[in-house]
């Protein structure tokens, strides 16, 4: 028997794509101190999907929630809505076998019927293999199209969308594949354009939102080989039929949401494209990553303790730089991603003297534009060429917050002329987002930034510690694509480039 939210026993059967699911009932509860409540889910589901689910309908008066019912309310809402708006009724029966697969679920929002900034749709990657381990790449792409649809129809008026996968680590590691390795995120590259393609092309075949008539779709660029049979193939087809579109009704169709109760529900180990941290779980158990890593190179477990006590790491635990390498690649495809954490560092308690600069020192004066708006970055240095002061104008802003990136900068000067590597501030504040962000003009070291702060960063990185932050493409922030990066008018060739007339070698590992 299921529920309706009003609590009354429902006598109405269950679709029959629910015919033979074996259900359980589940003592869960979205708060650990609050009391749990009866959560019906499919049996073989994991006992965290009770959890999610509770999360979900956020209902604590309720002594039972079925999730079977839960999902019934909002697929029927949007097989009435595509009646209406004369939308192929199918994509509910494709929504509905993958919440029953566990392969996708909708935000928040639609589960409870509210509003939602940016609605969007989780793929679970590692349920779109079959039982003979080969990943499903029609259902995929159908899904896809399927959650936009969705999302189109019950929320017509948003103008972006978050459709997004999960669980990446796991799947990677079911293809026998080390996170950090380039095969790896050429994987998950490929397949995250063809997530976008599809994406792109149910976008486009909407009706457009009033006057206007859309925004333009970019190609992205495929990698040469993959760990999945036709990957290629499809993602290339998907992108040619969405070019042919040229434009589609949303800005923005992908991206990953911060994690919630929809990561929970499907039972994801990690969500969206993060790494996983470990191969011992908190309670000194194998992560369900690590049993697969094992299967798929068919090692036993006695061969892993070996190869841990001789040194060597079986699973391949991913570093902080495979992180960072898997976040860059798939960056242009996704608009929204979480920021990448980065490790915490052990701070030194011995403050160093302050070397102040002397009264007259070299440096330069940078001048660039980003998505309109102008900063001016202006550096000092020591005799010996490294960085001790920095200065950003930003003339074209309010007087609040020229005044904030004045003390900014202030304290970052006071730090390095204290002792404070360069490297420590690059790690702390590249990636950083706020407005004003987009595509950086008038630097060719930069080609896109998402802040000011993310800018001057990823530049004093260039020129003073050699890291590759530069680009000839950048990412148009209509479409998530890489397009080429113009310079600011008039501007003279090499001027961008004055610091690397002092070059400094430094040797990294």
Same mark, same amino acid.
């Given at each position: 028997?299921?529920?309706?939210?009003?609590? +009354?026993?429902?006598?109405?059967?269950?679709? $029959?794509?629910?015919?033979?699911?074996?259900?359980?009932?589940?003592?869960?509860? &979205?708060? $650990?101190?609050?009391?749990?409540?009866?959560?019906?889910?499919?049996?073989?589901?994991?006992?965290?999907?009770?959890?999610?689910?509770?999360?979900?309908?956020?209902?604590?008066?309720? +002594?039972?929630?079925?999730?079977?019912?839960?999902?019934?309310?909002?697929?029927?809402?949007?097989? +009435?809505?595509?009646?209406?708006?004369?939308? @192929?009724?199918?994509?509910?029966?494709?929504?509905?076998?993958?919440?029953?697969?566990?392969?996708?679920?909708?935000?928040?929002?639609?589960?409870?019927?509210?509003?939602?900034?940016?609605?969007?749709?989780?793929?679970?990657?590692?349920?779109?293999? @079959?039982?003979?381990?080969?990943?499903?790449?029609?259902?995929?792409?159908?899904?896809?199209?399927? &959650?936009?649809?969705?999302?189109?129809?019950?929320?017509?008026?948003?103008?972006?969308?978050? %459709?997004?996968?999960?669980?990446?680590?796991?799947?990677?590691?079911?293809?026998?594949?080390?996170?950090?390795?380039?095969?790896?995120?050429?994987?998950?590259?490929?397949?995250?354009?063809?997530?976008?393609?599809?994406?792109?092309?149910?976008?486009?075949?909407?009706?457009?939102?009033?006057?206007?008539?859309?925004?333009?779709?970019?190609?992205?660029?495929?990698?040469?080989?993959?760990?999945?049979?036709?990957?290629?193939?499809?993602?290339?087809?998907?992108?040619? &039929?969405?070019?042919?579109?040229?434009?589609?009704?949303?800005?923005?169709?992908?991206?990953?949401?911060?994690?919630?109760?929809?990561?929970?529900?499907?039972?994801?180990?990690?969500?969206? %494209?993060?790494?996983?941290?470990?191969?011992?779980?908190?309670?000194?158990?194998?992560?369900?990553?690590?049993?697969?890593?094992?299967?798929?190179?068919?090692?036993?477990?006695?061969?892993?303790?070996?190869s841990v006590l001789a040194g060597a790491d079986p699973f391949g635990v991913p570093d902080q730089s495979a992180?960072?390498?898997?976040?860059?690649?798939?960056?242009?495809?996704?608009?929204?991603?979480? @920021?990448?954490?980065?490790?915490?560092?052990?701070?030194?308690?011995?403050?160093?003297?302050?070397?102040?600069?002397?009264?007259?020192?070299?440096?330069?004066?940078?001048?660039?534009?980003?998505?309109?708006?102008?900063?001016?970055?202006?550096?000092?240095?020591?005799?010996?060429?490294?960085?001790?002061?920095?200065?950003?104008?930003?003339? +074209?802003?309010?007087?609040?917050?020229?005044?904030?990136?004045?003390?900014?900068?202030?304290?970052?000067?006071?730090?390095?002329?204290?002792?404070?590597?360069?490297?420590?501030?690059?790690?702390?504040?590249?990636?950083?987002?706020?407005?004003?962000?987009?595509?950086?003009?008038?630097?060719?070291?930069?080609?896109?930034?998402?802040?000011?702060?993310?800018?001057?960063?990823?530049?004093?990185?260039?020129?003073?510690?050699?890291?590759?932050?530069?680009?000839s493409a950048s990412i148009d922030p209509e479409s998530n694509n890489r397009i080429r990066v113009p310079l600011? $008018?008039?501007?003279?060739?090499?001027?961008?480039?004055?610091?690397?007339?002092?070059?400094?070698?430094?040797?990294?590992?």
């Amino acid at each position: 028997m299921f529920m309706h939210p009003d609590r +009354k026993l429902s006598t109405r059967p269950p679709h $029959p794509a629910w015919h033979g699911v074996r259900l359980s009932c589940v003592d869960a509860s &979205a708060d $650990p101190d609050a009391p749990t409540q009866k959560v019906i889910i499919p049996a073989v589901w994991p006992a965290q999907s009770a959890a999610g689910m509770s999360a979900l309908v956020r209902a604590p008066e309720r +002594k039972i929630i079925s999730l079977v019912e839960e999902a019934e309310n909002w697929l029927t809402a949007v097989q +009435k809505a595509a009646q209406n708006a004369e939308v @192929d009724p199918s994509i509910v029966d494709v929504l509905r076998l993958a919440l029953r697969d566990r392969c996708a679920a909708p935000s928040p929002g639609i589960w409870r019927g509210t509003a939602e900034e940016v609605p969007g749709f989780v793929l679970n990657l590692p349920q779109f293999l @079959d039982a003979q381990g080969e990943f499903d790449l029609r259902r995929f792409g159908t899904v896809t199209e399927a &959650a936009v649809n969705a999302l189109w129809l019950l929320a017509p008026d948003a103008s972006e969308l978050a %459709i997004g996968v999960a669980d990446l680590s796991l799947l990677l590691a079911l293809l026998d594949l080390d996170y950090g390795c380039s095969l790896a995120r050429d994987t998950a590259t490929a397949l995250s354009v063809m997530l976008l393609a599809h994406a792109d092309c149910a976008s486009a075949r909407l009706p457009s939102a009033g006057s206007k008539s859309g925004f333009t779709i970019f190609p992205s660029t495929l990698p040469e080989h993959t760990a999945i049979p036709g990957l290629l193939d499809a993602a290339g087809a998907a992108q040619e &039929a969405a070019l042919l579109f040229a434009r589609r009704r949303h800005r923005v169709v992908t991206g990953i949401l911060p994690s919630g109760p929809t990561d929970v529900l499907l039972g994801v180990e990690t969500t969206g %494209i993060a790494a996983p941290i470990a191969a011992i779980t908190g309670d000194g158990q194998l992560a369900v990553w690590a049993r697969a890593r094992l299967e798929a190179a068919a090692q036993s477990g006695e061969t892993a303790v070996a190869s841990v006590l001789a040194g060597a790491d079986p699973f391949g635990v991913p570093d902080q730089s495979a992180r960072l390498a898997m976040h860059n690649a798939l960056a242009p495809v996704f608009y929204r991603l979480p @920021d990448l954490e980065t490790p915490a560092k052990t701070p030194s308690t011995a403050l160093t003297a302050r070397v102040s600069l002397p009264p007259r020192r070299s440096g330069y004066t940078q001048k660039a534009t980003i998505d309109g708006h102008k900063v001016f970055l202006r550096t000092g240095e020591y005799p010996d060429g490294t960085l001790g002061e920095v200065f950003v104008s930003v003339p +074209k802003e309010s007087a609040a917050f020229r005044g904030l990136m004045d003390c900014f900068a202030i304290a970052v000067s006071i730090g390095l002329q204290h002792g404070t590597p360069l490297d420590e501030f690059v790690d702390a504040f590249t990636t950083t987002r706020f407005g004003a962000n987009g595509i950086v003009e008038g630097d060719s070291t930069v080609g896109y930034a998402t802040s000011i702060v993310d800018y001057v960063f990823r530049h004093l990185a260039v020129n003073y510690l050699g890291q590759d932050h530069s680009t000839s493409a950048s990412i148009d922030p209509e479409s998530n694509n890489r397009i080429r990066v113009p310079l600011l $008018p008039l501007e003279l060739p090499g001027t961008h480039d004055r610091r690397r007339r002092k070059t400094i070698l430094k040797l990294v590992s």
